[in-house]
């Protein structure tokens, strides 16, 4: 036992280290080359007060323009992957994520209805928010009508509400000015960190970490909710409360996801899986590891939407293009009990 935790914690370590590689790597990897020396130098300067000279191209690319970048994509991955471990957790279903509860798909309309009537800023970001919840809402609303909550149901009435929510962002997108708006809404919706700024992480850096701190101290909860209610209840939790506060912060944590970076799928359902395998099933280890792994799946993915063809490829694509094959082993592995 001993022996497991011991390289339970090693491989934690080893998983710090990821992001910070990443991290490195996507400052000098783009369409115009900067050498590692050249990021370090940039770097560094501000600490032990480097010359600049001739660095002044090097510094507006890498500060201006990958910094943010990088951040708002590592933000937006531990953010979606820590969302679909806690998901998976509390309903006990590997095949749960904020995408099939709704939340994405209700989201996506809140921020499209906000680009549409107001262009961007802070109310795109609270329409998202309200449509979000209000999805998550009427998903088990649809799911209780039998006073029960069975999972099926659940997935279900997600996959009901997703598609009403699907139909009016085409409306929207049928009544948006076609030379103005619509372009922006369509490319939005295919997800995209190209246009990443300083202003779009403040905007969000504060609602998505307060989500995931809060699923992180709700950890060991969740455990207790993965045994089922009567379990849960025995111990004196109350199920029912804990539940819905969690999927309050994912909610939160999604829809100001989707609000920067557009819907990017399958992040939250792959992800968790990944880490299953590597750390098991305790959360106490599993939603810290679903940050670190998730938020350096993001960022890697976002190097080879900007860098593997001329034009950018729209990061939703590439996410999708991984994730439905995963999907596919994933519902053969099901033969033989959840990972």
């Not at 010359?51 to 951040?71: A, F």
């Not at 933000?75 to 509860?101: H, T």
């Not at 609000?259 to 099933?281: F, K, N, Y």
């Amino acid at each position: 036992m001993e022996q497991n935790s011991d390289s339970q914690q090693k491989k934690f370590v080893l998983l710090c280290l990821l992001p910070v590689i990443v991290f490195f790597l996507s400052l000098f990897l783009g369409r115009y080359p900067i050498s590692p020396g050249e990021v370090g130098h940039v770097l560094l300067s501000p600490f032990f007060n480097f010359d600049m000279q001739g660095y002044e191209l090097q510094e507006s690319v890498i500060v201006g323009i990958r910094m943010p970048r990088v951040l708002l994509a590592m933000l937006v991955g531990a953010g979606l992957s820590v969302s679909g471990a806690a998901c998976q957790g509390i309903f006990k279903n590997p095949l749960v994520s904020p995408d099939l509860l709704g939340v994405s798909a209700g989201a996506g309309f809140g921020a499209v209805l906000g680009i549409l009537l107001v262009g961007n800023g802070p109310l795109v970001t609270l329409s998202a928010l309200f449509f979000g919840l209000i999805s998550v809402v009427i998903v088990f609303a649809i799911s209780k009508i039998n006073n029960t909550t069975p999972i099926l149901s659940l997935v279900l009435a997600g996959i009901i509400v997703s598609s009403i929510f699907a139909a009016l962002i085409a409306l929207v997108k049928y009544v948006a000015d076609p030379y103005d708006k619509l372009p922006t809404i369509v490319y939005w919706l295919m997800g995209s960190f190209a246009k990443a700024s300083y202003d779009d992480l403040m905007l969000v850096i504060i609602p998505i970490s307060a989500g995931m701190i809060i699923l992180l101290l709700l950890r060991w909860r969740i455990n207790i909710l993965s045994l089922g209610d009567d379990e849960a209840s025995s111990l004196g939790e109350k199920p029912e409360r804990m539940r819905w506060l969690i999927i309050l912060s994912v909610t939160v944590i999604a829809a100001s996801a989707v609000t920067v970076a557009g819907i990017i799928g399958w992040v939250g359902l792959v992800i968790p899986h990944i880490c299953r395998m590597i750390m098991g099933v305790d959360h106490k280890l599993l939603l810290p590891a679903t940050i670190l792994i998730g938020a350096s799946f993001l960022a890697a993915i976002d190097i080879i939407a900007r860098t593997a063809t001329p034009a950018e490829i729209p990061i939703g694509i590439l996410t999708a293009i991984i994730g439905a094959p995963f999907f596919a082993l994933l519902l053969n592995r099901m033969k033989r009990g959840w990972i």
